[in-house]
């Protein structure tokens, strides 16, 4: 079993900064990476930003240069700091862990609101 612990998120005005951050805990092997993806309501869930143990990173075009994805392999974490925040990013946030094996763990997903 894997536990996927996340925190953060909340109500922020547009241009504000936010920080989530995930820490995974269990039976933890054979991590291929971990990241956030986010869903919007009457959306699909899309990728975020993504991590490899071998720190290769993925952003989502719509969020280069606002959003940094960060880890740290010891401790099983990752994090998001999110700066510049627009209403376009409002939406449910979910921690992964991507499996080597091909398999996907899920967090509990804190909500992201950005409005005025």
């Known amino acids: 079993q894997v536990q996927l612990v996340e925190s953060g998120g909340g109500l922020v005005q547009p241009g504000g900064s936010l920080k989530l951050s995930c820490a995974a805990s269990?039976?933890?092997?054979?991590?291929?990476?971990m990241g956030w993806y986010r869903q919007a309501p009457g959306e699909q869930r899309e990728l975020v930003a993504s991590?490899?143990?071998?720190?290769?990173?993925k952003y989502t075009d719509s969020v280069k240069g606002r959003f940094t994805i960060s880890s740290d392999n010891a401790k099983n974490t990752v994090s998001l700091q999110m700066n510049n925040l627009k209403p376009a990013d409002t939406a449910v946030y979910y921690c992964n862990l991507h499996h080597l094996g091909g398999w996907d763990y899920w967090g509990q997903g804190p909500q992201v609101t950005v409005s005025s």
């Open positions: 269990g039976s933890i092997f054979s991590i291929n990476a």
């Open positions: 991590i490899t143990r071998g720190g290769s990173i």
